[in-house]
Every structure is written in structure tokens, then in C-alpha cells.
Nanobody, 120 residues
């Protein structure tokens, strides 16, 4: 079984920074894309950033230039550095990973979620 465990998040004032990290563990063959989504109250979950195994990144327009996604393939981790935070960034942030498991094939796994609150 694959588990994604998130850490980081919290409360910060507008303009501040936070870092989220997510570690994958379990028995798997490989991890393909990894990413971060977020869900604000009353809104649908949206993709924030994604990074391929080779390090190619993509971001939603609203966070470009402020957020940076990175990963460590040796440690099976993905991180999201969030700078110049705005109240509109307040949400629960979920990491996800596209994982190949020998016994069950390929599927997407999700972390438990981390609350990020930005005060104005």
C-alpha cells in the first residue's frame, strides 16, 4: 500500500511564506508525476502545481512567480514553496502522486491534506 504524508502548512500573514512537503512510502515500482492541489471552502479542488519525474513543472496562473514545486526522486518527496502568500491562497492543500504498484498497476494516490491560512 502507498501512503503520502504531508507536513507543513499553518497560519501566516499576507506576504509571508510557507513550505509544504509530502513523502511517499510503501511498496511501489515508480512514481511518475507528483503535484499539489488545493480546495478552498465552497470551491472545487484545483490543481496548483505539477512536476514530472524529469523535473518539468507547470503551475496554475494564479501562483506563477510565487510558488515553486520541487521533488527529490531518491527520497520520493515533493515540496511546495509558497511565497508572497495572499488571503486567496487559503485552502486545504493536498499532494498527489501517480504511482505504479506492481500488484495493482498505476493509480493516483493522495495525501491527507494540510491547512494553509493566510490572514490579511
Amino acid at each position: 500500500q502507498v501512503q503520502l504524508v504531508e507536513s507543513g502548512g499553518g497560519l501566516v500573514q499576507a506576504g509571508g511564506s510557507l513550505r509544504l512537503s509530502c513523502a511517499a512510502s510503501g511498496r511501489f515500482v515508480s512514481i511518475n508525476d507528483m503535484g499539489w492541489h488545493r480546495q478552498a471552502p465552497g470551491k472545487q479542488r484545483e490543481l496548483v502545481a505539477v512536476i514530472t519525474k524529469g523535473g518539468i513543472t507547470n503551475y496554475v496562473d494564479s501562483v506563477k512567480g510565487r510558488f515553486t514545486i520541487s521533488r527529490d526522486n531518491a527520497k520520493n518527496t515533493v515540496s511546495l514553496q509558497m511565497n508572497s502568500l495572499e488571503p486567496e491562497d487559503t485552502a486545504v492543500y493536498y499532494c498527489n502522486a501517480d504511482v505504479w504498484v506492481l500488484s495493482t498497476g498505476r493509480r493516483v494516490y493522495w495525501g491527507q491534506g494540510a491547512q494553509v491560512t493566510v490572514s490579511s
